[in-house]
């Protein structure tokens, strides 16, 4: 059963790709659909039987390949198929043109079956196999964007992602040669650890750091986030960059992960969290703003990792998902029918949907309680004492200062422009979605807390006007040239080159 959560959308992708030959194309928004619910079919009954683990094929472990849900698994996908059903609805019918919905939808159905593939997996190849499905996928959405310097962003994107999936192709590679095995609890019951075993997961974090667009390895996401379309920036914020994570996940349930390997994460995790929220401060893109929080976010996510805490880990992306895949979609939604993403020209006080959307996804992304985010930061809070956990305060609330002066902007007045109810209603709903799940999930008011880590970020926000940081917009380090974009690849290059050898001689 596990198997056809994968195989039904799978299917139809395959299906709707020969619609144009057939002269059937009318059809494909349909069977879209069709492929994009399916996965909801199964889902149920699957729960009902947690843990649930399936061999494909009814063959033995030893030989076969191993699927499993479990309290792991859960919250991915749950955040996959939520936010994939609310980006379905939005891009349902006149979205894309139509010469191009065949083919998007396609796509789509593709980044939805290797997303969903990828965190039902227990072997290591077929997990590597699903997750390079979703990248290609998301590398072709990218692309398609009408917005400027998409195809370099897209180019950039896929460049490096490539090389994070060849440097993690080589850690499978040494992880196999010195098991035996693929099936990560055949691993786990066979392994002799060695230094050839640390080597390899230094190789496979600096990969699945470099995909999930973590600080230092961040350069390729802000333009990749922020040149796609609306729906596609909520699926690669929200979903695509989850995939390395749950590999990450893996890695830490099945080897033994060093003391300085848990520091470093750890002290990476936080260098991501506050260098995202930095850099967002400063933005007056929109959609900039929100590609840099991901960064940001993402820390958090790594942060549960470094803690040896993968429950934590697992929820906080699930909530992420939710928050932040409805704040590009509302977002993106102003952007794309004013014309521009400049803060200071949108405004949503003309769509009291798209204002409580936005005012809701901002407080549940600042970890106020009840949304998911208050969840989400209890669970990785619980592990964390002493300096680091003034560090994680600090964090939450610079994440509201930035979102304090994100809705600042989009309370001014501004021209009034009709938005399609379809697109208000999708973003309404994800935004009190992270207030009905966090009550679900945490129904605890911390009322004192919030309203001093608020009252902090609103005197921070006043502080950072009033010093003109908001107009600080440093210069482009590298021209908009082919041999810009060759110098940038080179410089990028070597960041990933310290990080890899910096992560493999302490692993040593």
């Known amino acids: 059963m596990i198997p056809l959560l994968v195989a039904i959308p799978l299917l139809f992708a395959f299906i709707i790709s020969l619609l144009p030959a057939l002269g059937k194309q009318k059809l494909s928004k349909y069977l879209f ?41 859960l919250p991915f996908l749950a955040a996959e198929l939520l936010l994939f059903t609310f980006v379905a609805v939005y891009v349902y019918g006149d979205y894309y043109p139509k010469k191009s919905e065949n083919k998007v939808y396609v796509i789509l159905l593709l980044l939805h079956s290797g997303l969903l593939g990828a965190f039902i997996s227990r072997d290591l190849f ?38 994070a999936s060849y440097i993690f192709i080589l850690a499978i590679g040494i992880i196999y040669l010195k098991t035996g095995y693929l099936n990560l609890l055949l691993i786990k019951e066979n392994l002799v650890f060695s230094k050839e075993v640390n080597v390899a ?67 990476t995790a936080f260098l991501s969290i506050f260098f995202g929220i930095a850099m967002a401060l400063i933005q007056k ?36 998902s939710l928050f932040k895949g409805g704040l590009f979609l509302s977002v993106g939604t102003i952007a794309e029918h004013y014309g521009t993403r400049d803060l200071e020209k ?11 959307a936005i005012t809701l996804l901002s407080l549940a992304i600042g970890g106020v309680s009840p949304f998911i985010g208050a969840f989400g930061k209890f669970m990785l809070v619980k592990k964390i004492d002493g300096l680091l956990k003034y560090a994680f305060y600090a ?35 994800v935004g009190l979605l992270t ?9 605890h008011l911390q009322l004192v807390r919030d309203l001093s880590f608020i009252f902090i970020g609103f005197a921070l926000f006043y502080v950072f006007k009033k010093l003109g940081f908001f107009e600080f917009h440093p210069s482009p380090p590298f021209p908009d040239t082919i041999s810009g974009l060759g110098r940038e690849i080179n410089v990028y290059m070597l960041f990933l080159g310290a990080f890899l050898l910096f992560l493999l001689f302490n692993s040593l």
């Open 126 to 163: 077929n997990y590597y196999i699903y997750m390079e499905i979703a990248s290609v996928s998301s590398f072709a959405l990218v692309a398609i964007s009408r917005e400027k310097g998409a195809r370099k962003a897209a180019f950039r994107y896929a460049l490096f992602s490539l090389l």
């Open 435 to 443: 207030l009905i799940s966090g009550i679900y999930l945490y129904p």
């Open 346 to 356: 949108l405004s949503y006080r003309h769509s009291k949907f798209l204002m409580i």
């Open 285 to 320: 893109n929109s959609e900039r703003l929100l590609a840099y929080h991901t960064v940001s976010q993402m820390g958090y996510v790594l942060l549960g990792i470094g803690l040896l805490n993968p429950l934590a880990a697992a929820y906080y992306a699930m909530a992420h």
């Open 395 to 429: 964090g939450g609330i610079g994440t509201l200062a930035s979102f304090i002066k994100l809705n600042y902007y989009l309370l001014k007045r501004g021209e009034k422009i009709p938005f399609p109810l379809k697109k208000e209603m999708v973003s309404l709903s």
């Open 33 to 73: 659909l069709i492929g994009a619910f399916s996965p909801w079919l199964f889902i149920s009954s699957i729960v009902q039987k947690l843990p649930l683990d399936e061999v494909v094929g009814g063959w033995k472990r030893i030989s076969g390949i191993e699927v499993m849900v479990d309290s792991y698994s």
């Open 201 to 267: 997961l230094a190789l496979a974090f600096s990969s699945l750091i470099l995909k999930s667009g973590i600080f230092p390895l961040h350069f390729w996401l802000p333009d990749a986030h922020s040149k796609a379309d609306a729906p596609i920036s909520a699926l690669l914020s929200g979903l695509v960059v989850k995939a390395p994570v749950y590999g990450m996940i893996l890695l830490i349930l099945t080897f033994p992960i060093s003391t300085l390997m848990q520091n470093i994460l750890i002290a």
